[in-house]
């Protein structure tokens, strides 16, 4: 069990939301780290929490998400921030406008390191790519993301209901149980 953790990220936001979720104090740093380019956002973040964990010589938590779609033999997956910041939402939908097959998988890798080693954790979603952006909220690809079961995208729904089924919280959910931590 830990009782504190830094992740590596740049948004504080991201921070409370990893600490209330965990149920403990996390602090932010910014620090450069090797990203390895992947589909698979699990073998993205081991490598991350290694070079983290060797730079800073504390308990670390860094993360990595990817949208796969089937279709596309996985692709984007891990190298999805890169397809957004450079053809944006609309250029990925523009992208699959003649792919039939829609379905989507969201998955978020959470790679914790200390001095025992490396753990990776995933939480995977499955759902459909819309055909045009729905919704406000959120950020990425949740507004063309839309959760099996739901009629909703993820940037539709309310931010608590986001929270219990997001890939996020089931990754979280997967990180809490490897480190003996009480489920929330």
Do not use: C
């Amino acid at each position: 069990m830990i009782d504190r953790v830094t992740i590596v990220t740049g948004n504080e936001g991201k921070a409370r939301e990893y600490s209330t979720l965990l149920g403990v104090p996390v602090a932010t740093t910014t620090v450069k780290l090797i990203e390895i380019q992947s589909l698979d956002v699990a073998t993205v973040v081991e490598r991350k929490a290694e070079d983290a964990y060797a730079k800073l010589r504390r308990p670390v938590l860094v993360d990595d998400t990817g949208l796969a779609l089937p279709a596309w033999n996985g692709l984007p997956g891990a190298l999805v921030a890169w397809f957004l910041n450079t053809v944006g939402v609309q250029g990925l939908l523009d992208m699959a406008a003649g792919v039939t097959d829609r379905r989507a998988i969201a998955t978020t890798a959470l790679g914790y390191a200390d001095n025992h080693g490396v753990r990776v954790v995933t939480g995977t979603l499955h759902g459909t790519l819309t055909t045009q952006p729905h919704g406000d909220g959120g950020h990425g690809y949740d507004s063309i993301f839309t959760p099996t079961g739901s009629i909703h995208t993820l940037a539709q729904m309310p931010t608590e209901q986001k929270n219990t089924i997001s890939h996020r919280r089931l990754a979280i959910d997967a990180l809490r149980q490897a480190l003996g931590a009480p489920s929330l």
